[in-house]
């Protein structure tokens, strides 16, 4: 990748109005995956000084600086925590611990990769963006806008509350991008199931969701049904990694065993 110049802006102003003022200049955070969308840049805008590499921790909130590592994030004790460290899990399975140390998790987010192994992870917890000019936005809202006005992510906010989850990556290697990520949690408002690398970006199973959290009990059957309703709303199709067929069966089998799973470990 190309860029004309590298600028390391005094505060959240001037950050904004360089990144506006033309589209081929963008804000860096850790720069891992920058290369995988950006080909040639006027201005790259580093977000290095504006005190954005913290994770607080309060009664009701983590609340993660978009600047913090994804490694920083993986080893933090309230993340692995959090619903079984589902968040701490993914986040483990993403290359090796090297690039772990250089992207930040505010720059994963913000990539919208379709094959992000924290969008899965995340949309099961309760997940708000803050940005810089548009406030607070939740997670899901986030990834079904393409069209979003430019902005400054400056922190991803998690509600704490006691739930159990599960993450499963299925990918060629273990450094590889996924061939498909399924997460799935509960709490006592009930489940939630989320499917990504589909290989279309991560969405929650809406309707699957509503059906299994309206059961009075819960059987292999209804398992079973749940897992088949998960496919069939969301979007399947094939890529490089792998086909649709392939995709449909092994989200069947790992919402399965994730729903069988968060129970369990509830009860």
Known sequence: MVASEYLRPKDFEEAYNLMIESKKNYL????????????????????????????????????????????????????????????????????????????????????????????????????????????????EDFLANPKMAKDILTKIIIKKEPGEGFFKKVAITPLDFSVLNIAVSKNKEGFKISVGSTPYIAKLATNAMSYINNLSKITETEILKCSEMVVEELKFSKNNRGSKEYRVEIAKVYVKRGLKKVIANES
């Open 28 to 139: 860096v955070a850790g720069g891992a995956w920058l290369k995988l969308s950006v080909k040639s840049a006027e201005k790259l805008i580093s977000l290095d000084g504006l005190d954005l590499d913290k994770i607080q921790v309060n009664t009701d909130y983590i609340e993660i600086g978009s600047m913090v590592t994804l490694r920083t994030v993986e080893i933090n004790n309230d993340i692995k925590n959090l619903y079984g460290g589902i968040l701490s899990n993914a986040i483990h399975k993403i290359m090796g611990i090297n690039i772990r140390n250089l992207a930040t998790l505010g720059g994963s987010v913000m990539g919208k990769f379709a094959f992000s192994d924290i969008f899965p992870a995340l949309l099961v917890l309760n997940t708000k963006l803050v940005f810089y000019k548009q406030g607070e936005i939740c997670l």
